[in-house]
Protein backbone atom coordinates (compact mmCIF):
# COMPACT_ATOMS: atom_id res chain seq x y z
CA UNK A 1 0.00 0.00 0.00
CA UNK A 2 1.66 3.42 -0.76
CA UNK A 3 1.49 5.69 1.95
CA UNK A 4 2.81 9.66 1.71
CA UNK A 5 3.42 11.04 5.39
CA UNK A 6 4.53 14.61 5.82
CA UNK A 7 6.00 16.36 8.57
CA UNK A 8 7.88 19.71 9.57
CA UNK A 9 5.51 21.79 9.61
CA UNK A 10 4.81 24.75 12.20
CA UNK A 11 4.45 28.62 12.92
CA UNK A 12 7.33 30.65 11.46
CA UNK A 13 7.52 34.27 11.38
CA UNK A 14 7.95 36.31 7.77
CA UNK A 15 11.63 35.42 6.83
CA UNK A 16 12.48 31.97 8.39
CA UNK A 17 12.82 28.79 7.56
CA UNK A 18 11.23 25.10 7.41
CA UNK A 19 12.15 21.88 6.28
CA UNK A 20 9.07 19.84 5.35
CA UNK A 21 9.97 15.77 5.18
CA UNK A 22 7.58 13.55 3.17
CA UNK A 23 8.08 9.68 4.32
CA UNK A 24 7.21 7.05 1.59
CA UNK A 25 6.14 3.74 1.72
CA UNK A 26 4.81 1.18 -0.07
CA UNK A 27 7.17 2.21 -3.04
CA UNK A 28 10.34 3.77 -3.94
CA UNK A 29 11.03 7.58 -4.32
CA UNK A 30 13.84 6.51 -6.74
CA UNK A 31 11.75 5.16 -8.94
CA UNK A 32 8.88 8.21 -9.41
CA UNK A 33 9.07 11.47 -9.91
CA UNK A 34 7.64 13.05 -6.65
CA UNK A 35 5.78 16.62 -5.51
CA UNK A 36 5.04 19.03 -3.56
CA UNK A 37 1.72 20.42 -3.34
CA UNK A 38 -0.09 23.23 -1.25
CA UNK A 39 -3.39 24.59 -0.53
CA UNK A 40 -4.26 28.13 0.78
CA UNK A 41 -7.39 28.83 2.53
CA UNK A 42 -9.87 29.40 0.15
CA UNK A 43 -7.72 28.37 -2.84
CA UNK A 44 -7.26 25.88 -4.76
CA UNK A 45 -4.54 23.02 -4.88
CA UNK A 46 -0.98 24.27 -6.14
CA UNK A 47 1.46 23.06 -7.45
CA UNK A 48 5.13 23.84 -5.49
CA UNK A 49 8.31 21.46 -6.82
CA UNK A 50 8.56 18.62 -8.92
CA UNK A 51 11.63 15.92 -8.30
CA UNK A 52 12.09 13.58 -11.20
CA UNK A 53 12.63 10.19 -10.89
CA UNK A 54 16.39 10.62 -11.54
CA UNK A 55 16.63 12.66 -8.70
CA UNK A 56 16.36 16.26 -10.66
CA UNK A 57 14.53 19.01 -9.52
CA UNK A 58 12.27 19.68 -12.75
CA UNK A 59 9.78 22.00 -11.62
CA UNK A 60 9.04 25.64 -9.11
CA UNK A 61 6.36 27.49 -8.98
CA UNK A 62 7.34 30.66 -9.95
CA UNK A 63 6.33 32.10 -6.10
CA UNK A 64 8.54 29.94 -4.41
CA UNK A 65 11.87 30.19 -6.79
CA UNK A 66 15.22 31.20 -5.31
CA UNK A 67 13.64 30.16 -1.55
CA UNK A 68 12.33 26.68 -1.75
CA UNK A 69 14.97 23.24 -2.23
CA UNK A 70 13.17 20.27 -3.42
CA UNK A 71 15.61 16.90 -2.79
CA UNK A 72 15.06 13.10 -1.65
CA UNK A 73 17.04 10.88 0.20
CA UNK A 74 16.67 7.21 -1.54
CA UNK A 75 18.03 5.64 1.75
CA UNK A 76 15.30 6.96 3.92
CA UNK A 77 12.82 6.35 0.86
CA UNK A 78 11.97 10.12 1.92
CA UNK A 79 11.69 13.54 -0.49
CA UNK A 80 12.12 16.93 1.24
CA UNK A 81 11.17 20.61 1.13
CA UNK A 82 13.16 23.04 2.63
CA UNK A 83 11.54 26.70 2.63
CA UNK A 84 13.92 29.57 3.16
CA UNK A 85 12.52 33.68 3.43
CA UNK A 86 8.83 32.14 4.27
CA UNK A 87 6.10 34.82 3.55
CA UNK A 88 2.54 35.38 4.80
CA UNK A 89 1.46 34.07 1.44
CA UNK A 90 3.55 30.84 1.79
CA UNK A 91 0.58 30.08 4.67
CA UNK A 92 -1.28 26.48 3.22
CA UNK A 93 -1.72 22.86 3.88
CA UNK A 94 1.85 21.09 1.88
CA UNK A 95 0.94 17.77 0.54
CA UNK A 96 3.76 15.38 -0.82
CA UNK A 97 2.55 13.62 -3.79
CA UNK A 98 3.12 10.42 -6.31
CA UNK A 99 0.81 11.07 -8.64
CA UNK A 100 -2.54 10.98 -7.66
CA UNK A 101 -1.83 9.85 -4.61
CA UNK A 102 -0.72 12.09 -1.74
CA UNK A 103 -0.95 12.28 2.16
CA UNK A 104 -2.78 14.29 4.82
CA UNK A 105 -0.34 17.26 4.67
CA UNK A 106 1.22 19.36 7.00
CA UNK A 107 0.30 22.89 7.77
CA UNK A 108 2.19 25.72 7.13
CA UNK A 109 1.67 29.22 8.90
CA UNK A 110 3.83 32.27 8.21
CA UNK A 111 2.67 35.09 10.28
CA UNK A 112 4.24 37.76 12.56
Known amino acids: EVQLVESGGGLVQPGGSLRLSCAAS????????MAWLRQAPGKGLESVSIISSGGVPTFYADSVKGRFTISRDNAKNSVYLQMNSLKTEDTAMYYCAKGQTRGRGTQVTVSS
Open 26 to 33: GFSVSNYA
